[in-house]
């Protein structure tokens, strides 16, 4: 089965800080990778997907993620964090083909203004 | 987009008993997915309810303990049925729109004495 890990559980950082929250993940086939953030009292929602092509992809809010495939690698990046990034960060993956989404168990982030 | 209202969106419930969770979408989707968030733990895939057929269950996940509904295109429950403090946890629907992008309602925190 699939695994995903997200190795770091709890990141505090200060405003304007840089930021990268690892994300790994266990199927060698064609996958479907994906960010997920969950805001305070909000819902699930989508930050950025990568199914092809160009392996750094943007997403909202400048937020960026790079796909390496030699290192089963989906890393999450932001140059500079606000006070409003403050939130739970989720990497996801999905088999090609299958509708089954594998989460990582999530990494908070916490900005300090 | 998806709205997604999930009822009720926490719950404390006696052990043996059963929980209905409601999920309603404001537009039609083929796909409804229920997932599980335990404490510490990632989202997990119990099942996908398709409109007209029966749930496809995930590994570890059975329809006598979660049985489904799907009566429409804008309609689920999931039942946590006979339940135990292990049920303990976040439930989660979820919507594809199409592109890969998953929607989620709000969830419902179960605790089970």
């Known amino acids: 089965a699939q695994s995903v890990s997200q190795h770091n559980h709890h990141v505090i950082l200060s405003e304007a800080a840089s930021l990268e929250l690892g994300c790994n993940y266990s199927?060698?086939?064609?996958?479907?990778l994906f960010w997920y953030v969950q805001y305070p009292g909000q819902h699930l929602q989508l930050l950025l997907k990568?199914?092809?092509?160009?392996?750094l992809v943007k997403g909202i809010k400048g937020f960026e993620a790079e796909f390496i495939k030699s290192k089963f690698s989906f890393n999450l990046r932001k140059p500079s964090v606000q006070w409003s990034d403050t939130a739970e960060y989720f990497c996801?993956?999905?088999?090609?083909?299958?509708?089954?989404?594998?989460f990582g168990t999530g990494t908070r982030l916490t900005v300090i203004p | 987009s998806a709205v997604i209202s999930q009822k009720p969106s926490r719950d404390i419930c006696q052990r043996g008993t059963s929980l209905t969770i409601q999920c309603q979408v404001d537009?039609?989707?083929?796909?409804m997915f229920w997932y599980r968030q335990q404490p510490g733990q990632s989202l997990t895939l119990i099942a996908t309810?398709?409109?007209?057929?029966?749930?496809?269950?995930e590994s570890g996940f059975v329809i006598d303990k979660f049985p489904i509904s799907r009566p429409n295109l804008t309609f689920s429950t999931l039942t946590v049925s006979n339940m135990s403090p292990e049920d303990s946890s976040i439930y989660l629907c979820?919507?594809?729109?199409?592109?890969?992008?998953?929607?989620f309602g709000s969830g419902t925190q179960l605790s089970v004495l």
């Open positions: 537009s039609q989707v083929t796909m």
């Open positions: 979820s919507v594809d729109k199409g592109s890969e992008k998953l929607f």
């Open positions: 996801a993956v999905k088999e090609g083909g299958a509708n089954n989404l594998f």
């Open positions: 199927y060698g086939g064609t996958v479907n």
């Open positions: 990568y199914f092809s092509g160009d392996p």
């Open positions: 309810a398709n409109q007209g057929s029966e749930a496809t269950y």
